[in-house]
């Protein structure tokens, strides 16, 4: 799996774990909430700039959410199908 897709999940594994919409992070982070969603589902290549505003955002390091893990492991579905 890309980097772009473990990002992705990550910010929607620490979103979801602090209680956050994606509307909720477009007010902390001023991106978009399409550009948000985007990140999410490993569509959009996000900038470093976008990394560290997420990461501030929900209070956590931004190497956390580079970081493979349990809940960014390869799936069913993943199209690339790298593990």
């Not at 774990?17 to 994606?22: D, K, W």
């Not at 477009?26 to 909430?33: A, M, N, Q, S, V």
């Not at 501030?56 to 390091?61: E, N, S, T």
């Amino acid at each position: 799996m890309g980097l772009v897709r473990i990002f992705g999940r990550n910010v929607r594994a620490a979103r979801e774990a602090a209680g956050l919409t994606q509307e909720d992070l477009e007010g902390l982070t001023g991106l978009r909430r399409s550009y948000i969603s985007d990140m999410e589902r490993g569509t959009r290549n996000p900038s470093l700039r976008a990394l560290e505003k997420v990461a501030a955002a929900l209070g956590i390091l931004p190497e956390t959410l580079l970081r493979l893990s349990e809940d960014t492991a390869w799936m069913p579905g993943d199209e690339d199908g790298e593990g």
